[in-house]
């Protein structure tokens, strides 16, 4: 099929290699010149296992191809979907602009039967704004449809979950388009979900803040295990071994961040409150996880006691490991909390340390070359993301080169009583 996608970042590229390695026939579409200029010279402005490869190869079966023009993706696909960002706004709610930019702008090239998917993450009843912008600005008054379409992919490990998905949820009122879609998805071989359009919008806004409130409540668990002497370890693996509830997302750390959960979380608080249904336990979700991040900067305090001139060193800058993002990562804040007391930070991400650089997250930061060279005279490691390079290192070189062996490790990474045995005063979450 012949398949238009409209923002080409971590979701739009993602999907649209999945889609011509499925042998679909993909244009994707950015308004960012150098984005595009950059996919077109065959660089890939993300880091994403195994993405590369994929792009470059279907570049090559001419099945996947760059442009900044929106026309040329509209007249020549069957099907446009739509992948910008959903940023929030300062209240929580969803800043829909660039959703109704696209919109207008698919609108006003628009001269056939498409249908126009939304694949962004939107409060429910956006669909309908949709259609509604694209009838306004559609002078043609060329029929189309629109369908929710919500992506449920993990940064990390993003081709391999849109590749085989759990489901994929359609929300659709019409035969048509609903027909359509499911043939797109039919490479996949995956359960297909067909719902109506504000079903489809909700389950993706349900999903993340039930996955965020399972954080948090490991987390506040973890607590109570710091105040007991219990082992969140322990726990969560007993309780995860129960099916009902599952072992993922009960991993106690410094909490969640990145670019979609705290967003999600804040607007599907908003929207509740705009439906006049208050998501309070959503409130308490968001409290523990700030706090968690709180909690974990007081221990270094603790430890530390003054942080002014202490040479700490960093280990993880990104929101989650396998990944170059470092849209409101826990790390990042941690970072310029300790760089705000005075501490001398150096930090080291295997992917990460580029877009920190060029967004200018983390001013005041020296970046190291390795982990190891990150720790050198370091009087504290602070272990913020959980890189699986990071647990291959030995205590014993690590011990070698820190001035003082003190580990604050914000994601449960290593062994504590290894790193007891090696001399550590080692810290932290939810664990003696
Ligand atoms: P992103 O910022 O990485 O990519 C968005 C792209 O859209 C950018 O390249 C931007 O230049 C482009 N763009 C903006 N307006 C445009 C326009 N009018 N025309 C053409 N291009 C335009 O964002 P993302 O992380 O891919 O997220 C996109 C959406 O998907 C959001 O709603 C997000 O919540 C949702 N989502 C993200 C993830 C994730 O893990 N990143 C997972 C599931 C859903």
């Given at each position: 099929?012949?398949?238009?996608?409209?923002?080409?970042?971590?979701?739009?590229?993602?999907?649209?290699a999945c889609?011509?390695?499925?042998?679909?026939?993909?244009?994707?579409v950015d308004?960012?010149?150098?984005?595009?200029d950059?996919?077109?010279?065959?660089?890939i402005p993300?880091?994403?296992p195994?993405?590369?490869?994929?792009?470059?190869?279907?570049v090559?079966?001419?099945?996947?191809?760059?442009?900044?023009?929106?026309?040329?993706g509209?007249?020549?696909?069957?099907?446009?979907?739509?992948?910008?960002?959903?940023?929030?706004?300062?209240?929580?709610?969803?800043?829909?602009s660039?959703?109704?930019q696209?919109?207008?702008?698919?609108?006003?090239?628009?001269?056939?039967?498409?249908?126009?998917?939304?694949?962004?993450?939107?409060?429910?009843?956006?669909?309908?704004?949709?259609a509604?912008?694209?009838?306004?600005?559609?002078?043609?008054?060329?029929?189309?449809?629109?369908v929710?379409?919500?992506?449920?992919?993990?940064?990390?490990?993003a081709?391999g979950?849109?590749?085989?998905?759990?489901r994929?949820?359609?929300?659709?009122s019409?035969?048509?388009?609903?027909?359509?879609?499911?043939?797109?998805?039919?490479?996949?071989?995956?359960?297909?979900?067909?719902?109506?359009?504000s079903?489809?919008e909700?389950?993706?806004?349900?999903?993340?803040?039930?996955?965020?409130?399972?954080?948090s409540?490991?987390?506040?668990?973890?607590?109570?295990?710091?105040?007991?002497g219990?082992?969140?370890?322990?726990v969560?693996?007993?309780?995860?071994?129960?099916?009902?509830?599952?072992?993922?997302?009960?991993?106690?750390?410094?909490?969640?961040?990145?670019?979609?959960f705290?967003?999600?979380?804040?607007?599907?608080i908003?929207?509740?409150?705009?439906?006049?249904?208050?998501?309070?336990?959503?409130?308490?979700?968001?409290?523990i996880?700030?706090?968690?991040?709180?909690?974990?900067?007081?221990?270094?305090?603790?430890?530390?006691w003054?942080?002014?001139?202490?040479?700490?060193?960093?280990?993880?800058l990104t929101?989650?490991?396998?990944?170059?993002?470092?849209?409101?990562?826990?790390?990042?804040?941690?970072?310029?909390?300790?760089?705000?007391?005075?501490?001398?930070?150096?930090a080291?991400?295997?992917?990460?340390?580029?877009?920190?650089?060029?967004?200018?997250?983390v001013?005041?930061?020296?970046?190291?070359?390795?982990?190891?060279?990150?720790?050198q005279?370091?009087?504290?490691?602070?272990?913020?993301?959980?890189w699986?390079e990071?647990s291959?290192?030995?205590?014993?070189?690590l011990?070698?080169?820190m001035?003082?062996?003190l580990?604050?490790?914000?994601?449960?990474?290593?062994?504590?009583?290894?790193?007891r045995?090696?001399g550590?005063?080692?810290?932290?979450?939810?664990?003696a």
């Amino acid at each position: 099929m012949k398949l238009c996608i409209i923002g080409s970042g971590y979701v739009g590229l993602v999907t649209g290699a999945c889609f011509a390695e499925v042998g679909h026939q993909v244009i994707c579409v950015d308004n960012d010149q150098r984005k595009v200029d950059m996919l077109i010279a065959g660089e890939i402005p993300i880091y994403e296992p195994l993405l590369e490869g994929m792009v470059h190869k279907n570049v090559g079966a001419k099945r996947l191809s760059f442009t900044n023009s929106v026309e040329k993706g509209v007249d020549e696909s069957e099907v446009i979907f739509i992948a910008v960002p959903t940023p929030p706004q300062p209240d929580g709610s969803v800043d829909l602009s660039y959703i109704e930019q696209a919109a207008r702008e698919i609108a006003v090239v628009l001269k056939d039967y498409r249908v126009i998917v939304d694949k962004s993450t939107v409060p429910v009843k956006t669909g309908e704004k949709v259609a509604a912008t694209i009838r306004r600005y559609n002078r043609a008054g060329a029929a189309f449809d629109v369908v929710s379409n919500p992506e449920f992919l993990r940064e990390g490990c993003a081709v391999g979950d849109l590749m085989n998905p759990d489901r994929i949820v359609i929300g659709s009122s019409n035969e048509q388009a609903t027909a359509l879609m499911k043939k797109i998805y039919e490479p996949f071989m995956a359960p297909i979900l067909v719902t109506d359009i504000s079903s489809a919008e909700l389950i993706k806004h349900a999903a993340n803040s039930f996955l965020a409130l399972k954080i948090s409540y490991i987390n506040m668990v973890s607590r109570i295990c710091e105040a007991s002497g219990a082992d969140i370890e322990n726990v969560a693996d007993g309780i995860g071994a129960d099916k009902r509830i599952g072992r993922n997302f009960l991993n106690a750390g410094i909490g969640y961040g990145g670019s979609c959960f705290p967003k999600d979380i804040a607007a599907f608080i908003a929207i509740s409150e705009h439906l006049g249904e208050p998501f309070e336990l959503l409130k308490e979700v968001q409290r523990i996880n700030r706090t968690q991040c709180d909690r974990f900067i007081a221990k270094i305090r603790e430890a530390l006691w003054v942080l002014k001139d202490k040479k700490i060193a960093i280990w993880g800058l990104t929101f989650k490991p396998d990944t170059d993002d470092v849209r409101s990562s826990v790390a990042i804040d941690i970072v310029n909390q300790l760089v705000a007391e005075g501490a001398i930070v150096r930090a080291y991400d295997p992917k990460g340390m580029e877009k920190s650089q060029q967004m200018g997250l983390v001013p005041g930061v020296g970046f190291a070359s390795s982990p190891l060279d990150a720790v050198q005279d370091a009087e504290a490691l602070v272990i913020a993301t959980e890189w699986k390079e990071f647990s291959n290192i030995g205590f014993q070189e690590l011990k070698a080169l820190m001035h003082t062996p003190l580990i604050f490790d914000g994601r449960n990474l290593l062994d504590p009583l290894v790193a007891r045995q090696f001399g550590f005063t080692y810290y932290s979450i939810g664990r003696a």
